[in-house]
């Protein structure tokens, strides 16, 4: 098979990145904020090169998403929360508008919009994909950032 295939590596070459986190849940989004940092700086990225702007919820986050996306200067955005199911539909609705608006802003923009928020149906769910058990969303969702980055690059 004769067959031309792009792929990218992580290994971050001089690029900016922009981490969006909720506040609501903080003592589980603190926990993917710091291990998307550490994954950001683990392959490459200067710290100075990494902007985390906090926002009050999850639902919030779309807006800043897109405001740093028109903004430019960023190779790559990774969008952090946590939703925990309660006993209301609530969660699933912040859920599915928040993941729908970030996949249309990384299409409008042409910026990798990498959704690491975390939608969990119970507490014990939630900390075990913020950096326990499961590991921690916030590092996946860098590292995916990374790699959508310089997938990007690669094909201009």
Do not use: Y
Request: glycine residues 10%; aromatic residues 4%.
């Amino acid at each position: 098979m004769n067959v031309k295939t792009v792929s990218a590596n992580l290994t971050v070459k001089g690029q900016k990145f922009g981490v969006v986190v909720s506040r609501f849940n903080d003592f589980l989004t603190r926990q993917l904020v710091d291990g998307a940092v550490d994954c950001l700086v683990r392959h490459g990225c200067a710290e100075k090169d990494i902007t985390v702007a906090w926002v009050p919820g999850a639902n919030e986050i779309p807006i800043v998403v897109n405001a740093m996306a028109r903004k430019g200067g960023v190779s790559a955005i990774v969008a952090l929360g946590a939703v925990v199911q309660g006993s209301t539909p609530h969660a699933g609705l912040i859920n599915t508008q928040v993941s729908r608006s970030l996949s249309s802003i990384s299409l409008d923009s042409g910026i990798p919009v990498v959704n690491g928020v975390v939608c969990a149906d119970t507490l014990e769910q939630a900390i075990e994909r913020c950096g326990t058990k499961a590991g921690n969303k916030g590092w996946s969702a860098a590292q995916a950032a990374i790699e959508m980055a310089n997938l990007l690059e690669s094909m201009e």
